[in-house]
């Protein structure tokens, strides 16, 4: 590969106002249903590790939702996009409140105004929503301490989530379309020399000639990305990661993953060059020859 410096991906900042507007409104549309659904789960399995699980995977429906419809309305720019995300996120957090009233209280409405949320909280505050085993209900300042954590979870999962899905994929300006395929390529060992290191660093891919195939088994290794869309024949892009596979305490796998590059812009012809690298295996060691001992020689 000849020696040659490919740009690294940035967003071009355009938007629509659509994009965000329809993220939003429809984060909160499918979030009434889903905020009760949040509120019974809790109020039905009061264990701390569910509701720890139950609030995550709350605020990561509500980013996805945020993310894919900012996605859908083509939002390239990361400033918007995170702004939406935290918009979302607040909606989230508002709405679980909403929920948590329609699943305590018995004269329902499918929402709950602010000011209706506030005296329940005062309510809630003096008086305690839940116990701990066999202590009383958590009141006051503890209970404050629960209301921050849990909102911190929501809006934070679900504006990093939403943010993410726009500032990790690449967007062809002229086929107008997202390079939302991946493929990853781990067959090549990693790579360690600075010079090497350098050369990617400054965009500059010739290292890869020189690239050898790891070991079967290897549990450090680089990594090649493709990010690309059938419907771009423009360019697609390529990030170079270091890979280290720990164990937990469990003894399960853990990938350990160090970016090398940036997401590196490539012409759509070199495509299939690169992904030559999935086949890239060692050459098979030849079994040493068979020696006949000097006794049976004649």
């Not at 329940?120 to 301490?145: F, R, T």
Request: net charge neutral; aromatic share 12%; proline share 6%.
């Amino acid at each position: 590969m000849n020696s040659e410096t490919f740009q690294v991906y940035k967003h071009s900042g355009k938007f629509g106002v659509h994009g965000p507007i329809l993220a939003l409104l429809i984060s909160i549309a499918v979030g009434l249903p889903l905020s009760i659904a949040y509120a019974y789960i809790v109020k039905w399995i009061p264990f701390v590790y569910v509701t720890f699980l139950a609030t995550i995977g709350y605020g990561l429906v509500f980013g996805f939702i945020g993310g894919y419809f900012l996605r859908l309305g083509n939002v390239r720019n990361t400033s918007v996009a995170f702004l939406t995300g935290l918009l979302c996120g607040l909606a989230a957090s508002y709405l679980s409140w909403s929920g948590y009233l329609f699943a305590i209280i018995t004269e329902k409405t499918p929402v709950y105004w602010p000011d209706q949320i506030f005296r329940a909280m005062q309510i809630l505050y003096e008086h305690g929503s839940w116990g701990m085993h066999n202590s009383g209900p958590v009141n006051g300042v503890p209970l404050v301490i629960v209301w921050v954590v849990e909102a911190a979870l929501i809006i934070g999962f679900t504006t990093m989530t939403a943010f993410g899905m726009v500032a990790a994929t690449p967007y062809c300006e002229v086929n107008q379309c997202w390079l939302d395929k991946e493929k990853k390529i781990d067959t090549l060992e990693s790579f360690t020399d600075p010079e090497q290191l350098a050369a990617f660093k400054a965009g500059d891919l010739a290292p890869l000639s020189k690239a050898k195939p790891k070991i079967s088994g290897a549990q450090v290794f680089a990594r090649l990305t493709l990010k690309h869309s059938p419907k771009c024949d423009i360019f697609y892009t390529i990030r170079i990661q270091d890979v280290v596979i720990e164990r937990d305490k469990n003894g399960n796998p853990k990938e350990k993953v160090k970016d090398i590059t940036k997401d590196l812009m490539l012409p759509h012809a070199m495509f299939e060059l690169i992904a030559k690298f999935e086949n890239f295996t060692a050459p098979a060691t030849s079994p040493e020859p068979h020696s006949t001992p000097a006794s049976e020689k004649s």
